[in-house]
């Protein structure tokens, strides 16, 4: 079982940065496929940036170049750092972890087994 936990969500003007945290609990931290998700107000979940046990990272085309997804295995923790932030960025966001062998795709959230509870981004501009 593994319990997720995010922080550091908040109201920023754009252009600004912001770093989320996503503290786990449970033991074989390093084994999981970590992610981050986002949901914005009237659409569905979507693929934000994930990161593998051997810290493979993949990100949305919307985020590539201003988004970074890092790993800290002694902290049990996943971070989005969040840069140069745009209205359209405002979302509740997730994170979500999985096993390597956790059956579904590692693009959609049926792809996954443990969520946090969500932390709001708000980007004002």
């Known amino acids: 079982q593994v319990q997720l936990v995010e922080s550091g969500g908040g109201s920023v003007q754009a252009g600004g940065s912001l770093r989320l945290s996503c503290a786990a609990s449970?033991?074989?931290?390093?084994?999981?496929?970590l992610t981050w998700f986002r949901q914005a107000p009237g659409k569905e979940q979507e693929f934000v940036a994930g990161?593998?046990?051997?810290?493979?990272?993949n990100y949305a085309d919307s985020v590539t170049g201003r988004f970074t997804i890092s790993r800290d295995n002694v902290k049990n923790t996943v971070y989005l750092q969040m840069s140069s932030l745009k209205p359209e960025d405002t979302a509740v966001y997730f994170c979500?972890?999985?096993?390597?062998?956790?059956?579904?795709?590692?693009?959609?959230?049926?792809?996954?087994?443990?969520w946090g509870q969500g932390a709001q981004v708000t980007v004002s501009s």
């Open positions: 979500a972890a999985r096993l390597p062998h956790y059956p579904g795709d590692y693009y959609f959230p049926s792809g996954y087994r443990y």
């Open positions: 449970g033991r074989t931290f390093s084994n999981y496929i």
């Open positions: 990161i593998s046990s051997d810290e493979t990272t």
